[in-house]
């Protein structure tokens, strides 16, 4: 039996992952900042309570996310980084108090977070970053949350290199879209969209095979990535006519 820590475990694809790993008979120690939704993991897991941690916190508090990494019980095999916001620009006219909303979560979230966890990795712990696939290539409207994410997957990637000396493995997730309540509210076509049961069989198996990156559904994520291999000039046409309405 491992135990798996997972930010953002209280909607979509952490709360799916939760759900998953309780079933497997694994250990899940569950972040979010909705007491209902951790209340609910907590009864999914009711005939074996012990095998559920809940904290409840807002990841943006360096501090509150640390007196609650603190007072965890349980000594987490898996480290799932995976709480994340959404917000779009709309016409190119930049919104700072969005783009910061936005970083808070994201990257200064993930921070606090990996900063909090880092005095209990082990040798053998095992880092997974969610990430997206809007990193790899300049789309519209996604001046805040695509430069989010390519912060993630900087980070994400450097720490690959520095933790690998101590044992410690990263594995950097980057999903295309998937139906969660983040997704719901965008008003634009989604191509090849996957649920989150797809989503968090991908992400589990992924872990399982100790990939270094993990690039779901593949299909849309392997035509995102050749266009990202193109220059810059064809990249930004191609992306204007995929995503013109
Ligand atoms: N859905 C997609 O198509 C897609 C595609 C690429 C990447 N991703 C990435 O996948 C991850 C999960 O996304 P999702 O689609 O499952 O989104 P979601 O359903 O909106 O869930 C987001 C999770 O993050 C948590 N969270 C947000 N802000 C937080 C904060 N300040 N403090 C603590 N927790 C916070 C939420 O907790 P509360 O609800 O408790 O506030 C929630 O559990 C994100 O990193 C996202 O960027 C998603």
């Not at 993991?41 to 941690?53: A, C, G, K, N, Q």
């Amino acid at each position: 039996m491992k135990t798996v820590f997972i930010t953002g475990a209280t909607s979509g694809i952490g709360f799916q992952l939760a759900k998953d790993y309780l079933k497997a008979g694994e250990k899940v120690v569950a972040c979010g900042r909705n007491p209902q939704a951790l209340a609910e993991l907590t009864r999914f897991s009711e005939t074996s309570p012990e095998m559920i941690e809940t904290l409840c916190f807002d990841l943006t508090d360096c501090q509150a996310t640390q007196q609650m990494v603190d007072s965890m019980q349980s000594k987490p095999d898996v480290w799932i980084f995976n709480a994340g916001d959404c917000e779009y620009i709309e016409k190119g006219e930049l919104d700072s108090q969005l783009i910061r909303r936005v970083f808070e979560v994201n990257v200064m979230g993930l921070v606090h977070a990996i900063e909090a966890a880092q005095t209990r990795f082990v040798r053998g712990s095992h880092l997974v970053i969610v990430g997206s696939i809007s990193s790899e290539l300049a789309l519209p409207r996604a001046e805040a949350y695509g430069a989010s994410k390519s912060a993630v997957s900087y980070l994400a990637r450097t720490l690959q290199q520095t933790l690998k000396p101590k044992g410690i493995q990263v594995t950097v997730v980057y999903p295309g879209f998937v139906r969660t309540p983040l997704t719901e509210k965008n008003t634009f076509a989604m191509p090849l969209m996957v649920d989150v049961d797809e989503a968090s069989r991908a992400i589990r198996k992924g872990i399982e095979k100790g990939s270094a990156y993990l690039y779901f559904p593949t299909r849309f994520t392997l035509i995102l990535r050749l266009i990202a291999l193109l220059p810059y000039r064809w990249q930004n046409a191609l992306t204007a006519k995929l995503t013109q309405d």
